[in-house]
């Protein structure tokens, strides 16, 4: 399993699951730690301003009390997403499409392979592309205010 930050500039951190790990609020809690020095280093403009948010989902482990609290004790600003929402979330509307369509019909010999090709992937991306792919979420956002979260049609 992936795990991915990303931004408009590309991406801030990721990181690979073990083979075999239970993904659980205290494996989240390591990434977050690793994310924020992740900011402090590459974005230190965002970071130093407060700038930057977090958006992650509402799995059960990302809104944990302990997490809420590493969150809050760290100043981390989150970006709440609404409840099944993959239209607000770029990774889910963006990020892994591209990354699918540029891997799709690809062989691989062991999870090696595939953790090299899929970093190769995520690191090629040009920083037009995630830069459209948050204008998209800008637009997005609009919309779902405009229409006080109910649904709407895409653009």
């Not at 990020?95 to 999870?111: D, G, V, Y």
């Not at 995630?130 to 006080?148: A, D, H, L």
Request: proline fraction near 5%; include cysteine.
């Amino acid at each position: 399993m992936l795990t991915i930050f990303f931004d408009s500039r590309g991406v801030v951190h990721h990181k690979y699951a073990p083979q075999g790990q239970k993904i659980n609020k205290e494996y989240y809690l390591e990434i977050l730690r690793r994310l924020r020095d992740a900011v402090r280093s590459k974005r230190p403009e965002p970071w130093a301003t407060g700038t930057w948010q977090l958006h992650h989902d509402n799995a059960p482990d990302h809104s944990s009390q302990m997490i809420e609290i590493f969150l809050a004790k760290h100043n981390i600003p989150v970006a709440r997403k609404t409840p099944y929402s993959p239209d607000m979330a770029p990774y889910d509307y963006w990020l892994f499409f591209h990354l699918k369509s540029k891997l799709k019909r690809t062989r691989f010999e062991s999870r090696d392979n595939i953790i090299g090709n899929m970093t190769a992937k995520l690191y090629s991306i040009c920083k037009d592309a995630s830069q459209k792919c948050f204008e998209q979420r800008r637009n997005r956002w609009k919309n779902c205010v405009r229409s006080q979260a109910d649904y709407f049609e895409r653009d």
